[in-house]
């Protein structure tokens, strides 16, 4: 280490806690060649060093850390902030071995049940542990296996504990998983498909020890009360739409039977409410057991239960009115978290945040184009407060339809759909990187509201809108559902784009049914970042297999041509049509998602790849005009084409591979950059070309300011700074013209963008690049395995 390493570490509570000993988790970015090893990093409380956990996550070029994933525990008063700062002095690593014989104790206790559709009874234990994780404050062990009787296998599950040392405190993160592919007949993805497992119930038991007394707590902050036996069922949301069509079973039914929760002792009912927290707490002459759940109420229906013997967790309660349905390649995830001391667990429903200033996120490097808030144009910042503050913020449009339940909890309404008909069952599904923006906006505010709404998005994408198989077609496994489809309500299609009962409506918009996940809709950006801010592994494992997905789709012996031999199928770089892979929105998305793949594993592979899609859909002497691209309804994607090919060119520079990829990449953009300086204006002054006129068309037009931004960093072309700014300005006063401006699609694309502008405003960065020549190969039209048969197909169908 050269230079001065002095990077401040914030902490705010404010759930109204008092934190004592909690233990803590963050990830921190660091400027390129200031840290190579941890060996002398250290976390200091004023003059006391604490005792830290390292990991790097990743490195830069030259082999200094870039992230690095930090474990340590911290005190602190309710309502109050406290500034650590990580610095450069002696060794204080905590080296300590953690003593793992109590949580092995515990481990020991635990069973896992389940009860099938027809009452057949199943259960599993955690057996053959992997060490995923060692250090001396925290070590993760993780599980895999099933839950089976001796006839067959019910479900799959993923367990990870982690052991935190001398805070007795272990946390479980509990994946349950259907790893079968639904069938998804006739291109509908409903609930009650032959691929899904229908059960009445699943729990994690823990055996007590005899002689326990049994105390509980329905809420946070309230007090413990004895009792022999207990339950707490929480069997809605407890909201005012409780009972929403959201909640709809595979008989597209609400079963939902009353609103909220109830408290039951010796099988009667002794109090209810609306939004429980409960905490269990055994204790006998010589030790004690706590145990709660994160995020209880807001994953209905949930249930928790204790007597003298043991203490059940019912993730999927027997008390409920349905039998509950995992469908194919769906999984969910709870967090669990145990006490052996019998502490109180109230701070697990708002854990302390470990993060930097906007001020140093936005000089550290590692985030392009980021600027602090506060030096924000004044009309953007008012459209992306609007989203956290105010009777438009996203607690309050998820209230509409009830975004609650486990399969819903973490989503965001999408209520631009909804503009025909209020109320409409529309999820977003993380369209154009919700997660992303949000993570952006919490960098360059410091507002943690911002990141608790990412944090929920990115494990909901994680679980839910990922197809987790390898057993459908390689066009499918792995991938990313759609957003729920345009203007017709989820019904039982839930996350997964395509319902029967939309089918009548879908003709009318002139579509056709089959969406499963598809390349115009991968996003894994914000899932990566996500990763690093917070070392969660279910958006590291999201990263890879989305990254792996777009490799496989494309790969000719593994579709159902293969017959027809080992050639691209082309389904990474289509878009909107078979036929298209010139630059558009599954193309830019593919490659945008390869670098993400990248960036976690320095895989070359990834990085080949996406430099094979980036010489397949652009040229630096493309015929643009040929294109198509004055046909904004069909063509206007190509735009997320062009930002993922700046963001390629950022990567390379980077790398410091100033190659012949590099200058096709560069000289493309700025062939594509010029023909826009003529041909590219405001999309409301078009808005007659356009089906549906609408207030995200408008949100759009910040591409083109980004893409011009990146074009004069590039070439020092001072037309190009004028029609950034141009199409900055537009875009935001026309948003301004519509009463919907506040719809979640529309600030969706410009908290991810509108940013970039304002670090172009006070920088006027501009690459000094030394001019060189290549003769760029020339540009074959490609064509993928089955073209002619997929020619045929249309012919026949157009007869």
């Not at 504990?161 to 993805?189: C, M, P, Q, V």
């Not at 100033?658 to 405001?682: C, G, R, T």
Request: charged share 30%.
């Amino acid at each position: 280490m050269g230079k001065e390493v002095n990077i401040p570490i914030i902490l705010k509570e404010n759930g109204g806690i008092k934190r004592i000993e909690e233990p803590i988790t963050g990830g921190i970015p660091i400027k390129k060649g200031l840290v190579f090893d941890t060996d002398k990093i250290c976390l200091f409380d004023r003059n006391k060093a604490l005792p830290i956990q390292t990991k790097v996550l990743a490195r830069w070029p030259d082999n200094s850390i870039k992230w690095l994933l930090l474990d340590f525990k911290a005190s602190l008063g309710a309502n109050c902030k406290k500034i650590l700062y990580l610095k450069e002095s002696g060794n204080t690593l905590f080296n300590k071995n953690i003593n793992l014989e109590n949580f092995y104790g515990l481990v020991n206790k635990i069973k896992i049940t389940a009860c099938d559709k027809e009452g057949k009874n199943y259960e599993a234990v955690l057996s053959n542990p992997y060490l995923e994780d060692k250090g001396g404050l925290k070590t993760i062990i993780k599980y895999i296996s099933k839950i089976r009787n001796k006839d067959k296998n019910l479900l799959d599950f993923i367990a990870r504990l982690s052991f935190y040392h001398e805070r007795k405190a272990i946390k479980l993160d509990f994946t349950l998983r259907n790893s079968k592919a639904a069938e998804h007949k006739g291109g509908f993805w409903d609930l009650g498909d032959k691929g899904s497992v229908l059960f009445k119930d699943m729990s994690i038991r823990v055996k007590l020890n005899k002689g326990s007394d049994i105390y509980y707590k329905d809420k946070i902050r309230s007090k413990l009360k004895k009792c022999d036996d207990v339950v707490v069922y929480q069997d809605s949301s407890g909201n005012k739409n409780w009972n929403s069509k959201n909640h709809v079973n595979r008989k597209n039914k609400v079963m939902n039977s009353f609103k909220g929760y109830k408290v039951f002792c010796g099988g009667k009912e002794i109090s209810k409410g609306f939004h429980a927290q409960p905490m269990i707490l055994a204790k006998d002459s010589k030790s004690g057991l706590s145990v709660a759940v994160k995020d209880f109420w807001q994953n209905f229906p949930k249930a928790i239960e204790a007597n003298r013997d043991e203490i059940i967790i019912w993730l999927f309660p027997k008390q409920y009115n349905d039998l509950h349905e995992l469908q194919g390649g769906e999984q969910k995830t709870h967090t669990i978290w145990f006490d052996l001391s019998g502490n109180d667990l109230d701070w697990i429903q708002s854990r302390l945040v470990a993060m930097s200033t906007p001020e140093y996120y936005s000089e550290c490097g590692v985030f392009p184009y980021l600027t602090p808030s506060e030096k924000a144009d004044k009309r953007y910042q008012k459209l992306i407060d609007c989203m956290i503050k105010g009777k438009d913020r996203f607690e309050k449009k998820n209230e509409i339809i009830d975004e609650y339940g486990w399969r819903n909890f973490g989503d965001v309404y999408a209520d631009h759909e909804a503009v025909n008909e209020k109320g409409l069952i529309s999820h977003y599904n993380n369209q154009y990187d919700f997660i992303n923006g949000a993570l952006l906006q919490f960098l360059r505010s410091g507002n943690l509201r911002w990141f608790k709404i990412a944090d929920n998005m990115a494990k909901h994408v994680g679980d839910i809108d990922i197809y987790h198989t390898v057993n459908d077609r390689s066009a499918y496994n792995k991938g990313m559902f759609w957003h729920t489809f345009h203007y017709i309500g989820a019904a039982t299609s839930t996350h997964r784009s395509y319902s029967k009962y939309g089918a009548a409506k879908m003709g009318e918009f002139d579509y056709g049914v089959g969406g499963g996940p598809s390349n115009e809709h991968n996003y894994a950006t914000g899932l990566m970042n996500h990763y690093f801010l917070t070392g969660e592994n279910l958006s590291k494992e999201a990263v890879m297999g989305l990254a792996e997905w777009v490799i496989d789709m494309d790969e000719g012996s593994k579709s159902k041509l293969w017959f027809l031999g080992n050639k691209p199928t082309g389904k990474a770089s289509r878009s909107e049509s078979i036929f298209y892979h010139g630059p558009g929105r599954g193309s830019g998305n593919s490659v945008n998602v390869l670098i993400d793949g990248y960036e976690i594993s320095r895989n070359v592979k990834y990085l080949k790849k996406a430099e094979q899609l980036i010489r397949r859909c652009i040229h630096p002497r493309d015929e643009i005009s040929k294109k198509g691209l004055k046909d904004i309804e069909h063509k206007w994607f190509y735009l997320i084409f062009l930002q993922a090919l700046a963001r390629y060119i950022d990567l390379k520079i980077i790398l410091k591979q100033l190659d012949y990829m590099f200058y096709y990449a560069k000289d493309s953009l700025l062939h594509y950059a010029n023909w826009m300086i003529k041909n590219e204006v405001p999309y409301k002054e078009v808005f007659h070309k356009v089906n549906i006129p609408s207030e995200t068309w408008v949100a759009q037009d910040i591409r083109k300011s980004v893409v011009f931004d990146c074009a004069y960093k590039y070439s020092k072309d001072e037309r190009f700074k004028e029609r950034a700014q141009f199409f900055f300005d537009r875009c935001i006063k026309d948003l301004y013209c519509f009463e919907t401006k506040y719809f979640t699609r529309p600030l969706s694309i410009i908290m991810n963008y509108g940013l970039i502008h304002d670090f172009f405003k006070d920088n006027n960065s501009i690459f000094h690049l030394t001019k060189k020549k290549y003769k760029f190969r020339n540009f074959k039209v490609f064509k993928p395995s089955g073209y002619y048969l997929y020619k045929i197909r249309e012919i026949i169908k157009r007869k």
